[in-house]
């Protein structure tokens, strides 16, 4: 199959794989479209937010924005999750942290010289 035909596909989820890279059709584990190389297009606003919806009442600390992009993300997240004492995870571009550690990690963001925006009350 082609790289054209499997981008007219529209394949964004698949039970056998999970989701799926909408450029090269692929698993997102497998991508080959996205260089690691190259520095992650974002709005340059790194936003902080506390989140309970969904998770049976349990606070989660979920940073997004962050202009960093695979390896260097998931080592920023390991120093985050270090830092606060407690486990989470990195997917998707997203840091989740178990608890709520804003101001924690908004002072730890602030040392790297991003915009950071603390959002969502």
Same mark, same amino acid.
């Given at each position: 199959?082609?790289?054209?035909?499997?981008?007219?596909?529209?394949?964004?989820?698949?039970?056998?794989?999970?989701?799926?890279?909408?450029?090269?059709?692929?698993?997102?584990?497998?991508?080959?479209?996205?260089?690691?190389?190259?520095?992650?297009?974002?709005?340059?606003?790194?936003?902080?937010? =506390?989140?309970? $919806?969904?998770?049976? %009442?349990?606070?989660? #600390? +979920?940073?997004? @924005? &962050?202009?960093?992009?695979?390896?260097?993300?998931?080592?920023?997240? =390991?120093?985050? $999750?270090?830092?606060? %004492?407690?486990?989470? #995870? +990195?997917?998707? @571009? &997203?840091?989740?942290?178990?608890?709520?550690?804003?101001?924690?990690?908004?002072?730890?963001?602030?040392?790297? %010289?991003?915009?950071?925006?603390?959002?969502? @009350?």
């Amino acid at each position: 199959m082609s790289r054209k035909k499997n981008l007219q596909s529209g394949v964004v989820y698949s039970t056998d794989h999970g989701r799926m890279c909408p450029g090269c059709a692929r698993p997102v584990s497998q991508c080959i479209c996205q260089d690691e190389t190259q520095p992650v297009t974002r709005d340059s606003i790194v936003r902080v937010r =506390r989140e309970t $919806k969904g998770r049976k %009442g349990k606070d989660v #600390t +979920v940073i997004t @924005g &962050v202009p960093l992009s695979g390896k260097e993300l998931k080592e920023l997240g =390991r120093q985050l $999750k270090a830092k606060c %004492g407690s486990g989470g #995870t +990195v997917k998707d @571009g &997203v840091i989740e942290i178990q608890g709520n550690h804003r101001d924690l990690v908004v002072d730890e963001l602030g040392k790297n %010289g991003w915009t950071i925006q603390r959002s969502g @009350g």
